[in-house]
């Protein structure tokens, strides 16, 4: 009986992948675009990469350029950070709580997401956009007013001042 139970409430992960491939289909005088492909829970995204690759230098197996010379490493190289930018992007995503998908993962990858900021970024950009224009002496406010560890401090006062108010209602 309770053995369903858990087993439901694991079922909260989720897939990714990057995969590279080029469409040899489309290659102009053996020469083709570079793409890679995002797949979270099944649902793909396609980015091209701008990188053109000659269709017999590909391995696709590998997802990678055959060879060993100073343009295959590059380009390898320059693969390996991508897919490591992604995997971060992805991570990041997770972090911030969001539910990544593809198309999610190719927009912070590309920058074209908008991030979301916690309290503490707001305390953060407040506390360097301002430190220069605020006297503390003039304020008579402690130092650490605008920070995240003042409202730590006073997390107690202010659970006593809410359960005291809707007590009053």
């Known amino acids: 009986m309770f053995n369903n139970l858990t087993t439901t409430a694991m ?9 590279f491939w080029i469409y040899a289909k489309r290659a102009k005088s053996n020469q083709t675009n570079i793409y890679v492909r995002i797949t979270v829970n099944g649902k793909k995204s396609n980015i091209s990469l701008k990188q053109i690759v000659d269709v017999n230098a590909w391995d696709a197996k590998n997802q990678k350029m055959k060879g060993s010379g100073a343009a295959s490493r590059k380009l390898n ?31 912070r990858y590309l920058g074209e997401d908008k991030r979301i900021y916690t309290l503490r970024d707001i305390f953060e950009y407040h506390n360097q956009t301002m430190a220069h224009k605020l006297q503390w002496v003039n304020l008579k406010l402690p130092k650490n007013m605008f ?19 809707t007590n009053l209602l």
């Open 11 to 19: 079922r909260a992960s989720t897939t990714f992948s990057v995969l």
């Open 77 to 107: 190289l320059e693969l390996a950070k991508i897919k490591s930018d992604l995997h971060r992007c992805y991570q990041d995503l997770k972090q911030e709580l969001r539910l990544p998908s593809a198309e999610l993962v190719k927009a």
């Open 147 to 165: 920070s995240f560890t003042f409202l730590k401090s006073i997390k107690p006062l202010i659970c006593i001042f809410k359960t005291w108010t």
